[in-house]
């Protein structure tokens, strides 16, 4: 099994549509993040979170919530839906303090039609 | 965290040494340069970072110049796998804010 594992893979979904995009790790890590990827340019941070309890805004948060229902669950929710959301949704994790590496998620395909 | 600049595309002959560099003359002290590499819309995985000297792991090779400003990057035996877009990214190392990613290096592995 994947260390970081998300769902849905793909995901087509209409206009002020709610969908939530679910993040699952068995790394035990306490730092998990939301990334958004859109064609041809790097990944921008969304949200990210240091454990249950400590929820932080990234560089793109508008129109994005999460929950962090566990150490070893990350949800991201679209609470209305709009097309220029479509784009490629990664989630990752990270040990705590110190240099360690991001191990992330196979990543979500949201088109929002 | 410090800018860092790549060039847009590379090409490399399968077999040989992919040298991908990387400037990054704003960096401070405490900054360390890390790689990571995606593999056609796969999740980034990480190859390597280093703060002053040079280190080597199974997947890379990271040179890093005694000035700091620049570092390159060597994937010493590039196989057509190797085909990715490589990131270079300069951070602190005690930093949980995540990572800034540019658009990075496509690397071209030619047969």
């Known amino acids: 099994d994947a260390d970081v594992t998300q769902t849905p893979r793909n995901r087509i979904t209409k206009t002020g549509k709610r969908i939530m995009l679910e993040c699952s790790q068995t790394?035990?890590?306490?730092?998990m993040y939301w990334y958004r990827q859109d064609p041809g340019l790097g990944l921008r941070l969304i949200y990210y979170?240091?454990?249950?309890?400590?929820?932080n805004k990234g560089e793109i948060s508008d129109g994005y919530s999460v929950s962090r229902q566990a150490q070893a669950k990350f949800s991201l929710s679209l609470e209305s839906a709009i097309p220029n959301q479509t784009a490629l949704y990664f989630c990752?994790?990270?040990?705590?303090?110190?240099?360690?590496?991001?191990?992330f998620g196979s990543g979500t395909r949201l088109t929002v039609v | 965290d410090a800018k860092t600049t790549q060039p847009p595309s590379m090409d490399c002959a399968e077999g040989r040494a992919a040298n991908l560099p990387c400037n990054h003359s704003?960096?401070?002290?405490?900054?360390?340069v890390y790689w990571y590499r995606q593999i056609h819309s796969q999740g980034p995985q990480y190859i390597i970072h280093?703060?002053?000297n040079n280190e080597t792991n199974e997947m890379a090779s990271l040179i890093i110049t005694e000035d700091r400003k620049s570092s390159t990057l060597i994937l010493p035996h590039a196989t057509l796998r190797d085909t990715a877009v490589y990131y270079c990214?300069?951070?602190?190392?005690?930093?949980?804010?995540?990572?800034?990613f540019g658009k990075g290096t496509h690397l071209i592995i030619q047969p």
């Open positions: 990752a994790t990270r040990a705590g303090m110190g240099n360690y590496g991001y191990t």
């Open positions: 790394k035990g890590h306490d730092r």
């Open positions: 979170s240091f454990d249950v309890k400590d929820i």
């Open positions: 704003t960096i401070s002290g405490n900054e360390y």
């Open positions: 280093g703060l002053k």
């Open positions: 990214i300069v951070r602190s190392g005690g930093g949980a804010d995540g990572l800034t």
